[in-house]
């Protein structure tokens, strides 16, 4: 069987089911866990349940809902999230404390919780472990997706995987996003957290594709340890990796998005430096909407990476731009050397990347996003009504 993501780790089950715009998954599996979470102060329910059950550093299944968020519901939302814990955990046999919540959905609206309980009793049955599973597991958490994310990394010794939601309200703090990874590596509690942590830094706090932070963004990550233990640092990488591709696409699937955008900058003084220009361009309306024109107003990219607080010497940067294969110098130390037809050229395509060098020392980091465009104002113009 081909895998594509989640079920090929060993001791991965899953299935979801979609009516209209209501979803459902189910993912069973069990080991040491570790989560990050929004950082907007306005958190949905199951992202409060959940920042508290994950410090037992265990989960054995995670149940998602789509097509209602379960935030800003007050007392009443904890309570459904609960419920909702309770519902997967009667039909997989599991400890609800153990069952992981997430939800993603319209803002300000309470679970229709008969709906889960029935979709979950429809869903466990069907739990399996092939590439069937994974696709309409990914299929039930999508919102305003257009397509599936799923993600595989293969090393020797253990497997990553993943799957993620994510179109519109995303941006850095953790980028609405959600994440569900599965490793059957053995590893700590707490070193998993970290790695976690981390990858997630390098990777979804690096997507911005209209600059709101979800008020539900959760991922979650289970090692089943059936692998045996790996070192540190290569399953550090390996998670980035993971979460790195599962980010892009992210970005790729931006609501009403034309073109990836992806913004590279080294030469930085610390990695935190190239992390604020990178975030900054990225996440600027003037840049998206100009990469949407395919206009090579590159200034605007210059103009963001100065206002990103970090402080830089405008006569020392050089910055290109490339369609990912071809490369044109636009600045250079500071002098301007665009071939605008070229630059122009290099718009066309489905990726636009541009590379700012600041010239100030050895560290470097990326960010993706997408263009802006007439179609994210339809989507979220009329998104409840």
């Known amino acids: 069987m081909k895998f594509k993501s989640i079920c090929a780790v060993p001791g991965v089950k899953a299935w979801g089911m979609k009516e209209g715009k209501y979803g459902l998954?189910?993912?069973?599996?069990?080991?040491?866990?570790?989560?990050?979470?929004?950082?907007?102060?306005?958190?949905a329910a199951p992202v409060e349940l959940m920042r508290k059950q994950i410090k037992a550093g265990k989960l054995e299944a995670v149940v998602v809902n789509s097509g209602c968020a379960n935030a800003y519901t007050g007392k009443q939302g904890l309570t459904d999230a609960v419920a909702m814990s309770e519902m997967a955990g009667d039909v997989l046999g599991v400890r609800p404390a153990h069952v992981g919540v997430a939800s993603t959905g319209v803002i300000g609206r309470y679970l229709d919780l008969p709906l889960i309980k029935r979709q979950c009793a429809t869903v466990a049955p069907k739990l399996a472990r092939?590439?069937?599973?994974?696709?309409?597991?990914?299929?039930?958490?999508?919102?305003?997706?257009?397509?599936?994310?799923?993600?595989?990394?293969k090393k020797e010794g253990f497997v990553i995987s993943g799957i993620t939601k994510g179109s519109g309200m995303i941006a850095p703090n953790m980028g609405t996003m959600l994440a569900f990874i599965y490793t059957d590596a053995e590893i700590g509690a707490k070193p998993l957290s970290d790695a976690l942590k981390l990858a997630t830094r390098r990777s979804f706090n690096r997507v911005v594709v209209d600059g709101d932070t979800?008020?539900?963004?959760?991922?979650?990550?289970?090692?089943?340890?059936?692998?045996?233990?790996?070192?540190?640092?290569?399953?550090?990488?390996?998670?980035?990796?993971?979460?790195?591709?599962?980010?892009?696409?992210?970005?790729?699937?931006?609501?009403g998005a034309t073109k990836l955008l992806e913004v590279r900058v080294t030469g930085a003084k610390k990695e935190d430096d190239?992390?604020?220009?990178?975030?900054?361009?990225?996440?600027?309306?003037?840049?998206?909407?100009?990469?949407?024109?395919?206009?090579?107003?590159?200034?605007?990219?210059?103009?963001?990476?100065g206002r990103a607080g970090v402080k830089i010497d405008p006569n020392a940067v050089s910055l290109w731009i490339s369609d990912g294969k071809n490369k044109f110098p636009l600045v250079k130390s500071g002098e301007i050397i665009a071939d605008l037809k070229k630059a122009k050229e290099a718009m066309h395509g489905k990726q636009v990347l541009f590379i700012l060098d600041l010239a100030a020392g050895n560290e470097e980091a990326t960010a993706w996003g997408c263009d802006l465009t007439e179609k994210y104002v339809e989507i979220n113009g009329k998104y409840t009504t």
């Open 25 to 43: 998954a189910l993912i069973q599996a069990q080991g040491t866990a570790a989560g990050v979470f929004t950082e907007n102060l306005v958190r």
């Open 130 to 153: 092939t590439p069937e599973a994974e696709i309409v597991t990914a299929q039930a958490i999508m919102t305003t997706d257009t397509v599936q994310k799923h993600a595989l990394v």
């Open 214 to 255: 979800s008020t539900n963004d959760i991922a979650l990550c289970t090692a089943t340890g059936d692998a045996g233990k790996v070192k540190a640092a290569e399953f550090s990488q390996a998670l980035e990796e993971c979460c790195r591709s599962l980010a892009k696409q992210i970005a790729a699937d931006g609501e």
């Open 274 to 305: 190239a992390d604020k220009v990178a975030r900054t361009v990225i996440e600027s309306p003037l840049v998206k909407t100009a990469v949407y024109g395919e206009d090579p107003n590159w200034g605007r990219v210059v103009a963001a990476a």
